[in-house]
């Protein structure tokens, strides 16, 4: 699967953007989806994680503390696209945002791990202005 994230632009603190990321190949069913961001100095980070339901587990969602509340990561199967809709945004908040997947069941204790996701699309820049 390749995936093509979109979505990125300038906003002002308090505002909101909603980030896609598109799949070809393969339905993102079969994966854990998710996010990850990078700001300029710092080390990547883990923002959001979506996997499906199957006969092993019930579906979810998960996220960083530090956007819990403010960011939802959705999907559309349909479209085989994974969103992040961002609302409240502060300037800690800009980076590039990635969105990845891996194939299998999701695994908590992993699932924030960038190194777990085999497959990462090209970045897109979220800026926050104060």
């Known amino acids: 699967v390749q995936l093509q994230a979109s979505g990125g632009g300038l906003v002002q603190a308090g505002g909101s953007l909603r980030l896609s990321c598109a799949a070809s190949?393969?339905?993102?069913?079969?994966?854990?989806v998710g996010w990850f961001r990078q700001a300029r100095g710092k080390e990547r980070e883990f923002v959001a994680a979506s996997w499906a339901a199957s006969q092993w587990s019930a579906g979810g969602t998960n996220y960083a503390d530090s956007v819990k509340g403010r960011f939802a990561i959705s999907r559309d199967n349909f479209l085989n696209t994974v969103n992040l809709e961002m609302n409240s945004l502060k300037p800690e908040d800009t980076a590039i945002y990635y969105c990845?997947?891996?194939?299998?069941?999701?695994?908590?204790?992993?699932?924030?791990?960038?190194?777990?996701?085999?497959?990462w699309g090209q970045g897109t820049l979220v800026t926050v202005s104060s």
């Open positions: 190949g393969r339905s993102l069913k079969e994966y854990v």
């Open positions: 990845v997947a891996k194939a299998g069941s999701p695994i908590m204790s992993t699932m924030m791990i960038g190194e777990k996701y085999g497959i």
